[in-house]
C-alpha cells in the first residue's frame, strides 16, 4: 500500500525518538511492500519559535492530508510561563480538536523481562494487560476558563454525543479482547459524571449485551490498578481522569519509556505518540529510550493503515529486542549506562 505519514517531532527527545520510530516504519515497509512517504512539520515550542505559533497552518494542513500522524512530544522548561498567550500543549490540544480525533488509547502490558523495573511487585504483574481509552476532546481541558486576582474558573463540560462516541468505541474494543469494560467517573460528586454513568447504562446492555461493565470511582480505581491490575481489561474514562490515571498505569510497565498512544476518531486517520514528555533534560545527549515511540508506529500500522501484521511484526520486534538486553539508561538495572537511543532502534531493526 502507498501512504502519507506525517512527522512532528515537536520538542526535547521527540525528534530523536520519533526518528526510531521512522526508521523502524521504513524497515517494516521495505520487508512487506509498502510505499510510506513522510513528510516533516512543526508543532509545540519548536513551532512557537520559528512561527508564533503551537500549530502553523501549514502543519495542521499536512496533518489533514496524511493518512497518519507521528508525533514526538511537545513542551520545555522555555515556554513553561503558564500566563503566556501561546504555549506548546495548545498546539497538541488544537490539533487533536482539529482532526476529530476524541479518543485516546493507551495500552499497558508489562514485558516479562521488565517486571523488576517496576515499583509493584512481580506477582501483580504477571498476565496484566489493559487498554485505557480517554475521553480526548471535552471535559475540564475544554471548558470555560476565567482568571483573575481573586478567582480563577475551569468549567467542566459533557455532551452527551461526547460520551456515547468514546463508551461506543471503548465497548467495540472490549469486544475483541476479555468483553470487560470499566467505567470510571466521580458520580457521587459530579454532575457530568452522573450523565456519564447514565450514558454507559443505556449505551452497554443496549448495544453492546455480550460485553460485561462495571462502574468504579477514580479515587477507588487509583488504588485497584495498583493493588490487582490483573482485573482489570478496557478502561473508559473522561479527559483529565484519562490523563491522570494512565501516567499511574505507566508504573505498571516499569518507565514511561516503553508506552505508546493512539489518538482516534471516527476515521481511519490517527495520531500516534509515546506518552512520555520532551524529556529536555536528556534531550541532545542520544540517551532517550525510543521503544514507546516505535510501538507507538506499531499502532499506526494498526490502526490508522490496517496493516496488522505489519504491527505485529514491530511489536514482536521491540520485545524481542527487550530480551535481547539492548536496554535504554531508564530500563537498565541500576548503575550501568544504557545502550543510545540510535542502538536501541538498531536492536529493533536486528530483531525485525
Not at 84 to 90: F, G, H, I, L, S
Request: net charge negative.
Amino acid at each position: 500500500m502507498q501512504a502519507l505519514i506525517a512527522v512532528l517531532a515537536g520538542d526535547g527527545i521527540g525528534g530523536e525518538v520519533t526518528a526510531e520510530a521512522v526508521r523502524a516504519l521504513e524497515a517494516v515497509a521495505a520487508r512487506f511492500g509498502h510505499e510510506l512517504r513522510f513528510e516533516a512539520a512543526l508543532l509545540g515550542g519548536a513551532a512557537i519559535d520559528a512561527a508564533g505559533d503551537a500549530l502553523p497552518a501549514a502543519t495542521l494542513a499536512l496533518c489533514r492530508r496524511a493518512d497518519a500522524v507521528l508525533l514526538g512530544a511537545v513542551g520545555g522548561p522555555k515556554w513553561s510561563d503558564p500566563h503566556a498567550k501561546v504555549r506548546p500543549e495548545q498546539g497538541l490540544l488544537q490539533l487533536r480538536k482539529a482532526l476529530g480525533l476524541f479518543a485516546n488509547l493507551r495500552p499497558v502490558v508489562p514485558h516479562p523481562a521488565l517486571l523488576d523495573a517496576s515499583p509493584i511487585k512481580a506477582e501483580l504483574l504477571r498476565g496484566v494487560d489493559i487498554m485505557v481509552v480517554r475521553e480526548l476532546t471535552g471535559g475540564i481541558y475544554f471548558g470555560e476558563k476565567r482568571h483573575s486576582a481573586e478567582e480563577a474558573v475551569d468549567v467542566c463540560r459533557y455532551t452527551l454525543e461526547e460520551i456515547e462516541r468514546v463508551v461506543r468505541l471503548a465497548a467495540g474494543l472490549a469486544r475483541t479482547r476479555r468483553r470487560k469494560l470499566t467505567s470510571i467517573d466521580k458520580a457521587n460528586v459530579l454532575e457530568t459524571s452522573r450523565l456519564w454513568r447514565s450514558t454507559v447504562e443505556r449505551v452497554l446492555p443496549s448495544e453492546f449485551p455480550d460485553v460485561n461493565f462495571e462502574h468504579m470511582l477514580v479515587d477507588a480505581a487509583a488504588m485497584h490498578l495498583l493493588k490487582r491490575p490483573r482485573d482489570f481489561d478496557v478502561i473508559v474514562t473522561e479527559n483529565m481522569f484519562g490523563d491522570i490515571l494512565t501516567d499511574e498505569a505507566s508504573m505498571l510497565a516499569g518507565s514511561l519509556g516503553i508506552l505508546p498512544s493512539a489518538s482516534l476518531g471516527a476515521g481511519a486517520r490517527g495520531l500516534f505518540e509515546p506518552i512520555h514528555g520532551s524529556a529536555p533534560d536528556i534531550a541532545g545527549r542520544g540517551i532517550a529510550n525510543p521503544y514507546a515511540a516505535i510501538l507507538s508506529a506499531a499502532m499506526l500500522l494498526r490502526y490508522s493503515l490496517k496493516l496488522h501484521a505489519e504491527a505485529d511484526a514491530l511489536e514482536a520486534a521491540v520485545s524481542r529486542a527487550v530480551v535481547s538486553g539492548a536496554l535504554p539508561a531508564d530500563l537498565a538495572a541500576p548503575g550501568t549506562l544504557g545502550v543510545t537511543t540510535r542502538a536501541a532502534g538498531d536492536a529493533v531493526l536486528t530483531a525485525l
